[in-house]
């Protein structure tokens, strides 16, 4: 086992590193930075193989969880999605340097603000190798050096795309660094290395969320918990509704977009509940329910919801299901317990729908749509690094402009202040 102090050694030598690599990124032109991230989607589609050897020893190492399993699982179709995804950024417009305002002062200064990079980012998150190439190549684009702590479940396939992306032609040494994943010393001193680390993004559970929020010294963006929500209003159309919960819930449970949770209104609870626990039953999904669910589907395999259920974010095939009196039951019971990513409402009732869309305090409110939109390239913004669920920096889809911050750059011709 790796000592503590060895840890602490390697870990600043990597930070010191990146902050090099970090100015050197920083004055890169856009031709510039899209011609290596061309070369990074090329150079993985060529090294394919060694990837999935990789990513098999990982998975055949590890003993988790199916939806753990299936975020860790690259396989060809995969892989050519994270390729699809470093074009799609290549294409975006470049917010470094951009001027966002330009104003005179009444002495004849000129101020004029602009998008500059970071700096350094450190990224903390669990088995997803895809988040190891997004970030790198989200943090490349906005001219950021990027400092990667992976899961140690995705160990070897996290060395292998950081070896392939690094060793491009034209990336800086320390432009993407990755953090050793056998002990969590790594990211107490990657989150407390004030001064050396501009901002820390954890991505993956609750736990690891929380975890990163209380320890941090390093300021954080906090991205990624989904509890989300669908209600389902009295002027629902039903079948509409069956297709939202359904995708939301069945389409990839392991994400964070996925429906953990549906609330029915009184009025069609009769009608409308146990035809969906029918429904979500048949397409494999573990329901639970409060004791209202529990009566109106008395034959059919539901199991009582406790307390925690209704806070849980499963990221699995499991979904609790409850009866409310009303739209404002249904908006306090989301408020309460969500973790403001995500939620939807059904209906027809085009005044509810506003009602719901403006007291949601969450990062995405839908209209007769499922959750699973909420997402950087769905949105138009291409890879991300996450949803943040918070209002500060920023919230929602966390992309490329995201990964920037600004700065004032004054002209003056000799004016000193009075």
Not at 13 to 39: F, G
């Amino acid at each position: 086992m790796i000592s503590t102090a060895t840890t602490q050694v390697a870990t600043r030598a990597k930070l010191q590193r990146a902050i090099a690599a970090a100015s050197i990124l920083a004055e890169l032109s856009t031709d510039q930075k899209n011609a290596i991230l061309r070369a990074m989607a090329t150079a993985l589609e060529a090294n394919q193989e060694k990837i999935l050897s990789a990513n098999a020893e990982d998975l055949a190492s590890s003993n988790l969880r199916a939806s753990i399993t299936d975020r860790l699982t690259l396989n060809p179709k995969r892989i050519a999605e994270i390729v699809k995804g470093i074009h799609a950024i290549v294409a975006l417009p470049d917010p470094v340097g951009k001027t966002i305002s330009e104003t005179v002062h009444a002495n004849g200064m000129r101020i004029r603000k602009l998008r500059v990079p970071l700096g350094v980012v450190g990224i903390v998150f669990e088995a997803r190798p895809n988040v190891t190439v997004d970030a790198a190549v989200l943090s490349f684009k906005a001219g950021n050096a990027v400092v990667l702590r992976g899961g140690r479940e995705a160990a070897r396939t996290n060395e292998a795309l950081v070896e392939i992306l690094s060793s491009v032609q034209g990336v800086p040494e320390g432009a993407i660094e990755l953090l050793d994943s056998s002990s969590r010393e790594s990211v107490r001193e990657l989150i407390t290395s004030r001064g050396l680390v501009d901002v820390v993004i954890p991505r993956g559970g609750l736990d690891l969320i929380e975890h990163v929020m209380r320890e941090a010294t390093v300021p954080v963006i906090e991205t990624g918990a989904g509890n989300c929500h669908v209600y389902v209003d009295d002027s629902a159309n039903l079948e509409m509704a069956n297709r939202i919960i359904v995708n939301a819930k069945t389409d990839r449970p392991s994400v964070c977009n996925a429906a953990e949770k549906v609330l029915i209104h009184r009025g069609i609870a009769e009608q409308y509940v146990p035809r969906i626990v029918k429904e979500l039953i048949a397409a494999g999904v573990e329901v639970r329910g409060d004791a209202e669910v529990m009566r109106l589907a008395p034959a059919q395999d539901v199991r009582a919801a406790n307390a925690e259920d209704w806070s849980t974010e499963y990221s699995d095939l499991k979904i609790a299901i409850a009866v409310v009196a009303s739209l404002d039951d249904a908006i306090a019971h989301i408020n309460r317990y969500s973790t403001k990513h995500s939620e939807a409402i059904v209906t027809e009732n085009a005044e509810h729908a506003a009602r719901f869309l403006q007291k949601i305090d969450s990062a995405a409110v839908y209209w007769n749509a499922s959750t699973r939109f909420t997402d950087g390239g769905e949105f138009g913004y291409g890879s991300e690094m996450g949803i943040s669920t918070q209002k500060l920096h920023c919230r929602g889809p966390f992309g490329l402009r995201e990964l920037t911050t600004t700065k004032y750059q004054i002209f003056g011709t000799g004016q000193i202040r009075a």
